[in-house]
């Protein structure tokens, strides 16, 4: 089993930054890939940015230019770095990662969401 630890959510007002932490622990043997969703009330979880491995990113049309994601591959971490929000950007953000378990000779893919953590824009 995997864990995805979340932080750094919060309130910050238009056109400030926040900046989002997530740790993966377990028995762990790669991560594939990481990434960053979010989710409103009544709405479908969409997809924010994700990064591989090799550091190959995608992002959301409507972050592109103000969010950015890197990940520590040594530390198993993922950080989105968001500039320039806006009240739409209200939601709660969910981790992400992909990858493989180990356990001796067993190995196992894996899918592991955080718990998601709120991010506030105030106009």
């Known amino acids: 089993q995997v864990e995805l630890a979340e932080s750094g959510g919060g309130l910050v007002q238009a056109g400030g930054s926040l900046r989002l932490s997530c740790a993966a622990s377990g028995s762990i043997f790669s991560i594939n890939v990481m990434g960053w969703y979010r989710q409103g009330p009544g709405k479908q979880r969409e997809l924010v940015a994700v990064i591989t491995s090799g550091g190959s990113t995608n992002y959301a049309d409507s972050v592109k230019g103000r969010f950015t994601i890197s990940r520590d591959n040594a530390k198993n971490a993922v950080y989105l770095q968001m500039n320039s929000l806006n009240p739409r950007d209200t939601d709660v953000y969910y981790c992400?990662?992909?990858?493989?378990?180990?356990?001796?000779?067993?190995?196992?893919?894996?899918?592991?969401w955080g718990q998601g953590t709120q991010v506030t824009v105030s106009s």
């Open positions: 992400n990662a992909h990858g493989v378990t180990k356990s001796g000779t067993y190995s196992q893919s894996f899918v592991s």
